[in-house]
């Protein structure tokens, strides 16, 4: 079902009961709740050059009214935790001290409070996959505005700057899954990108561990895109064993699978923005 979008700064209603519940729970308890959000698309709006991708200008003040209030605020991200934590300023903010950066959708972990990164050792298909793509673009023709962007942990490749992005993105599905095979990592698709990257992790995986970790009684996620959706089903089961949680869509034209299965769908990082000023207001 479709959520209601929200406006203004009042407080939206989900239109959806279990979303109603896991918004009630989180505004009776809030010292149990945690906020999980999505960077790029929920933070930050999406740019043709991701390097220039940076949150909301409105982001920081509201996640700094609204994180003391909760459990913890988790920001869980595909990007490397510094890149986000650089794009979205998030280091030395007074209010953000329980924020964290689940970075490359949870091997990596930044604190806020301590202000270090821990991550494992690089899967080592990621470097031979890096070596093999240029080569691999040039023989299968790319459209002109195809390029890689390097992620540490993860390779991509993006279409957006293409003249027809969303014909140069099919086109190279099937060759980037075998290169992705041989080396034994996964394509994870997303919003004109496809990305190469170790199995094992995911945005669920890495949600589903951290609400355990702090012991959650209400979890709020919001996404923008496909690899949002283990988020999504992770906050499906663990409302199926009894702790309340709320789906919440930053909207987009180019992804509907989100706004389908969620409880509220705001407008972009904007509405997003504007969402979580509107939870730090009504907690006072």
Not at 36 to 64: N, W
Not at 118 to 146: C, I, K, M, Y
Not at 150 to 173: C, F, I, M, N, Y
Not at 224 to 230: R, S, V
Request: hydrophobic share 45%.
């Amino acid at each position: 079902m479709t959520g209601s979008r929200a406006t203004g700064s009042a407080l939206p209603e989900p239109t959806t009961q279990p979303g109603r519940e896991g918004l009630d729970a989180l505004l009776a308890h809030p010292g149990k709740a945690l906020i999980g959000l999505d960077f790029d698309g929920t933070l930050a709006p999406i740019v043709a050059d991701p390097e220039k991708a940076r949150a909301h200008p409105e982001a920081l003040s509201a996640l700094a009214a609204l994180a003391p209030k909760v459990a913890a605020v988790a920001v869980i991200t595909g990007r490397p935790a510094e890149v986000a934590v650089r794009n979205g300023g998030f280091a030395d903010v007074p209010g953000l001290e329980n924020l964290v950066v689940l970075g490359h959708y949870g091997a990596e972990r930044w604190e806020a409070r301590s202000g270090e990164t821990s991550a494992p050792e690089p899967h080592p298909g990621v470097a031979a996959t890096r070596a093999e793509l240029p080569e691999l673009l040039d023989r299968l023709g790319a459209s002109q505005g195809t390029w890689i962007e390097e992620k540490g942990r993860a390779v991509a490749v993006h279409t957006r700057r293409a003249a027809d992005p969303q014909a140069a993105l099919d086109s190279l599905r099937e060759p980037l899954a075998g290169l992705a095979a041989r080396h034994g990592l996964i394509v994870e698709p997303g919003r004109m990108v496809l990305e190469l990257r170790p199995p094992g992790m995911d945005k669920g995986v890495a949600l589903t561990a951290f609400a355990r970790e702090i012991a959650a009684g209400s979890v709020l996620y919001a996404g923008d895109d496909l690899g949002d959706l283990p988020a999504y089903a992770a906050i499906e089961k663990l409302r199926s064993n009894g702790t309340p949680g709320l789906l919440v869509c930053s909207g987009s034209d180019e992804v509907t699978e989100l706004r389908d299965r969620s409880d509220l769908v705001v407008d972009g990082p904007e509405g997003v923005v504007r969402l979580l000023a509107a939870l730090a207001e009504r907690l006072g």
